[in-house]
């Protein structure tokens, strides 16, 4: 009886999905998908019938309890379903309830992880979000929240309303996901929440995609990233990981790279001398 | 002159890389790897000359500046150079010294995501980090940290020492990386920073691999996971992202199901009361 596969589909580009979450894509009869993944991912899964079940435009409580039931319905029909969600299904991806309806319904089912927007925009920056002696952890947390507090029943009125922004200063490196219709309001919270105002701040609206946009604010000058990344999927990182990270001094000493010590004094073959292009 | 892409190789199994990674791998002449990765990626490069650059049984800070060194020496020589690094190598990864080295030589680079331990923990236990109404921010850190400060320069005597461990309370979801060697240690600090001692706490080593284990404990009892995972790649998921998914009540039913609600809202069965976790 049916199987449900999650996928995190990555970031955006068709290419940073995982090869096993492509694998599954091309075994797929049903694919359910986000709004947010490329185009091309289609490409991975020509023979399956693709149903967008994005979330824009409609109330989201709404929406969620017609995915589920879609789930459960393409799964009892005994089909290989792929539920493909942008970024990662474990992080902001409301997977919790799609994994209660499926297990409710005795419908099995695998998680594949895949690449989340944190991290996609860490890679497209060059800018680690640890960092030796200065960033030991990271604070992944959301601007858009539905107000805390028990779920609304299933049955119930929509109840969907944005809750208070909340930005912290728990963490070296803090990334807030859909931040990009908050930005001015996000930078007097983390003002608020402790963060001095020159902290470096990084926003990638689109990460890693062509038309990825990032620029460089202060936690005081955030407000100035609104227009640019307007409209747009957007990650802020904020303190040590948004740092641009600057060349070593020392490192570029061709003697000691010539000398490479050899850590455990394993024999290694020096590599042959090849020419080098001016 | 030459091109490093650090890529991120995921969890452990070789499948769990990215497709981008993937591609970026077969055109490889010279692949830098941790010891953590699975040998089945050598397949992805078999033209390539493969080095261990892993850091077990001697010390980080020296393997550190040889991995810098190796990398310069390897992009000066014009080759194709990949530094393939477990999980995501933004998060942990010492990728800020590398960018440095390479920054200060002038060798041009590329960052390529990946799949980090606590993301592939999360899928593979089907416990989303992020739960609607009680998870709402994840916090990455690490039990194994080197003692804040000044970085060696380069050259200088090794001085790793293993700092203080450092557990904290300021997610709904903590995921605590290379946290195996100090699990009974980790479990006080957890009560002393507040959690309260009946916390589910998930254990999961060797992520992703056909060996993986997986534990549930308490905070209070997190002791007894320490010789289950010894000597083994472990992430520890501590709040509400530890909590494992129970069946939704209603959902199964069988007529809402059929009639899938339509955006717009269609009338839904209430659920029963959720039952609370253990």
């Known amino acids: 009886m049916g199987f449900v ?4 589909a990555g970031p955006g580009a068709a290419d940073l999905i995982t090869v096993r979450g492509a694998r599954l894509l091309a075994q797929a009869e049903v694919v359910l998908h986000d709004a947010l993944t490329d185009p091309a991912l289609r ?4 023979q399956a019938r693709w149903i967008d079940v994005g979330k824009r435009g409609f109330c989201d409580s709404v929406a969620q309890t017609s995915i589920n039931a879609l789930l459960v319905r393409h799964g009892r029909a005994d089909r290989r379903v792929v539920r493909l969600k942008g970024g990662d299904p474990s992080v902001f991806g409301r997977l919790e309830e799609e994994l209660e309806a499926l297990l409710a319904a005795g419908i099995d089912c695998e998680v594949v992880p895949g690449v989340t927007a944190a991290i996609a925009a860490a ?19 959301t601007a858009m929240t539905a ?5 609304p029943a299933a049955g119930a009125p929509a109840t969907h309303a944005a809750g208070p922004l909340r930005a912290t200063r728990t963490a070296d490196t803090e990334v807030i996901y859909m931040a990009g219709k908050q930005l001015a309001a996000l930078g007097r919270q983390l003002a608020q929440a402790g963060w001095p105002a020159d902290t470096p701040v990084s926003v990638v609206s689109r990460a890693g995609w062509p038309d990825q946009i990032h620029s460089d604010h202060r936690v005081e000058t955030l407000a100035g990233a609104a227009l640019l990344h307007a409209g747009r999927p957007t990650v802020v990182t ?12 020392g490192h570029d000493d061709a003697a000691a790279i010539a000398a490479v010590p050899t850590p455990s004094g394993a024999a290694r073959t020096p590599p042959a001398p090849r020419a080098r292009n001016p």
């Open 123 to 141: 890679a497209a920056t060059r800018r680690p979000l640890t960092r030796r002696g200065s960033g030991r952890s990271v604070s992944l947390s």
């Open 43 to 46: 490409e991975l899964a020509p």
């Open 147 to 151: 107000v805390a507090g028990p779920r």
């Open 238 to 249: 904020v303190g040590a990981g948004a740092r641009p990270v600057q060349a070593a001094a």
């Open 5 to 8: 596969a999650f996928i995190g």
